[in-house]
C-alpha cells in the first residue's frame, strides 16, 4: 500500500497516515448511508407530518464527546510520529545541506562537498538545511521527511537509512524555472564504503581541472552549458576575452572583453556587468565562492591553469593558424633563429630595435605582439630588415589566437 519505507522513525508516519484516513473514510460512509437513511425514511410521502423534538441531553453529550475523542486521538498519533522525527538523537553524524537554484550541496564535517547526499547505513545523520536564495524544501519520499528550507533561517532534522541503495530527494517547493530538475540521490552504503567514499577520491575526480570541480560543487552548470547552448543563462565555454555587450546598473550599454576582471565580478556581482538580453537572476557569491576559488574559476574560464598560466596540454588552436598564415615560413617556435625572431621565449622578453627610426627597448607584452602582427614596421628587432608585411587584414579572432598562442610559449617568469 505504501512505497518502500527507510526510516524508523517514520514508521508511524506512515501509522497515522492510515489512521486518519481509515477515520476519514468511516465517518464518509456512516455520514453518506446516514444521509440516505434520512432521505428514504423521511420523505414527505412516509413522514408528511414534520415532529418537533425539545432536546436531548443524551445526543448532545455523545455528540460533543465523540468527536473529540476522535480529533484528540488523531492529534496523539500525529504528535508522536512527529515527535519521533523531531528529536534527534545525540552524536549524530552532522551533514549541512543546502537548496539552491537548482541543485542540492551537502557538506561534510571533513569539508567534503558532494552533490548527491551519502550516508552509511543505520546511522543517524542530523542534516543542518538552509537555503542559498529562495525557499526550497528538502523532500525523501522514501523516508516520508519533507522540510521547508528557508533563507536566512536555520532548520535541523534528521534521518537514518536501514537499507541500501539510491533513493530519490526531490525540491518540494515551487522555486522558479528549473524547479522540476532539483533532483538528486539519496545514496544509502555500507558503513565501510561510506568511510572509504569520504576519505577518498573518486577516480574521475582526479584529473579534473579544479576550476571545473569548483563550478559543479558552486552548481554553476544548474543555469549554464559548457557546450555553446543556451540555458537559462549564457553559455561559459570560449568566454575568453570575447566582446560583451553589458548593462550596466544605471541603464549604460558598453562593450567590453571578457577578462579575468569581467569574468569575476560576474561570479561576485553578476548584476553589476549583466550581459545584455540575459535576466539579472544570478545570485552574488561574494562571501560565499572565497576570492582565491573565484580566482581558480576565473583561470579555468579563460583556458588557464590554477594559477593562472596557459595550459601546455592539447594543441593550442593558435598553433594551427600560425601554420595556415605562414608565420613559420620565417618564424621558429622552437628557438632556432630564421629570417624572424623565434616565439620561444618571446613574450616577456625584453627586446631593443628601432620604434619608428629611433633606438628603444621594449617589453614584448600582448599589446605588442598584436602590433607587431599588424604592422611589424612600426617596431623593428635590432638585427633584422623590416620585410614582414602588415597583416592588418587577419579576423580579429586570427589575430587574438595567434597572440595566445605566442604568449604561450613565452617565458615562464614573465607570464
Ligand atoms: Cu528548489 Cu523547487
Redesign the pocket.
Known sequence: MFPEQIFSAAKDVDHAFLIILGFSVFILVVVTLAMLWFLYRYNYERHPIASQNDGNVLAEIIWTVLPLVIVLGLFWTGWTSFKAMRTIPEGAMVVKAE????SWKFTYDTGKTSSELFIPIDTPIKLELSARD????FYIPAMRVKWD?VPGMDTDAWIESDTLGDFDIF??????LK??D?ITLLRVLPAEEFQAWLEGMPEEEKDKPRGLALMEEYGCFDCHTMDGTDDVAPPLNDIANKERLIILPDGAKRTIKADAHYLKTSIMDPGAELVDGWDDEMPPYEGDLSDEDADVVVNFLLGKDESGKPLSSGPHPGEHMVKIEGCLMCHSTDGSKGRASTFKGLYGSEVSGHRFGKSSTEVVDEAYIRESIKYSSKFVVKGYVDSMPPYDDLSEETVTGIVSYIMTLGGEEHQ
Open positions: 537548496g539552491r537554484m537548482w529562495v525557499i526550497h524544501s528550507m525540491c518540494a517547493e515551487y522555486c522558479g524547479h522540476a532539483m
